[in-house]
């Protein structure tokens, strides 16, 4: 039986809830991870991105150079980047990480 806190109790944050569900699921072999990811270039952030421009009056290249600059990678994250992860925690190479928050957001150091 998996314990987990009270109803009441305010739901905490994703990546916090997954400390009960590691804590209850590994005595069964079961591994419990999260992907943090980082803002990843898609449909949503060219609308994101285009409607900024519009609001402030700034160019897009502009305000997507400021996207890039929030991670010290300066780059943006692609949804084959998480892909990747997602392969390597389903696969034997990762048998061991488990209760783990990975973050695949090129370092991001600010998110404003």
């Known amino acids: 039986m998996i314990r987990r806190p009270p109803r009441s109790t305010p739901k905490p944050s994703s990546a916090a809830s997954d400390v009960y569900k590691r804590q209850e699921l590994g005595k069964y072999k079961i591994r419990v991870n999260a992907i943090c990811p980082g803002t990843i270039k898609g449909d949503r952030m060219v609308r994101v991105i285009r ?24 780059c943006w994250i692609s949804e084959e980047d998480i892909g990747k992860m997602c392969s390597f925690l389903i696969s034997e190479d990762s048998a061991r990480i488990s209760g783990q928050i990975i973050g695949v957001d090129g370092n991001a150091t600010r998110l404003d």
Do not use: L, V
């Open 51 to 74: 409607d900024k421009s519009k609001f402030t009056k700034i160019s897009k290249s502009k305000i997507e150079k400021e996207f890039i600059s929030m991670a010290s990678m300066n």
